[in-house]
């Protein structure tokens, strides 16, 4: 305990020599949580990283989320306390090469069903689509951002399509998000096979004993579930958007359909309401990389610093722009 009220007052210390600005994901440690300046969803992050005045970010998540920061504010440092804290599904597609989805699950055979084989890679969709624009979740690494019309977050999707001009749109990587934007929107999207290996494990029958273990809760599903998990959900939304229906529901009791680090911010600001988790397996072991130690490290020795290229950064961040844009 006092190591960690030690750890606690050195990074303070130092975050304020470095001018630094803590930002952490919803998803991370309670501890990491409580130590930072910003806590939220994917969209809030992007766009307190682009307006926030401070020399260096300390980004508590995993790299895509720092290189955005990053491609948003080139002239601040970007610091990612662990370098190996990665996002499976934004490895999932590539602009050019094989993708590398075999480095997070060997042997992953993808089923039966799915539009395109594994060696498909962006270039080869646009190909096959020309003139079709692409919209990119923001779990992707730069080059595939750069290579988009337009990025969006699990809670703007929808939106997001609905913004543009066209009456198809590919919609990458997430094949779960990508289909329930599909059942939100008449236009037709074209979809991708990727998807988070946290919410994409959660099953129809899961939720079905959730509920009827606990009768009285309402079901909050992320849209990286299975669209058999979002059609018997009460409500489907972003991180951030689960903070703000539970604050607002006049409901007691609700089971939590995304990675369980949102349970600590739940619980805080709703200490009279009962969160249970769909899966207690529901953990991002990416996004738990991060702790004490390594944010410490990484202010003490200006470690791991983020950077885009140049030529990546400017058509990533007009694909993040456009993104951020739309209200
Ligand atoms: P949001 O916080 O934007 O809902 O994203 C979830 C996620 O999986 C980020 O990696
Ligand atoms: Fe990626 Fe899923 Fe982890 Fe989010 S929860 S960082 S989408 S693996």
Redesign the pocket.
Known sequence: MKDIERLKEEISKLKEQRNAIILAHN?QRDEVQEIADFTGDSLELSRTASTIDCDVIVFC??NFMAESASILSPEKTVLLPESGAC????DMITVSGARNIQTHFPGYKFTDGYTYPANFTLRDIKEKHPGIPVVTYV?TTADVKAESDICCTSANGVKVVESLDSDKVICVPDRNLAMWIARNTKKKIISWDGF????DRVRRDDVLKAKEEHPEALVIAHP?CRIEVLEIADHVTSTSGMLRFARASDAKEFIIGT?IGLLYRLRKENPDKVFHPLRRDMV?P??KRTTLKSVLRSLETMTNVIKVPEEIRIPAKKALDRMLEIR
């Open positions: 998803y998540g995993v996002c499976p599904m934004a779990n988070c290996h946290v919410h990286e990675e991002c990416n996004m």
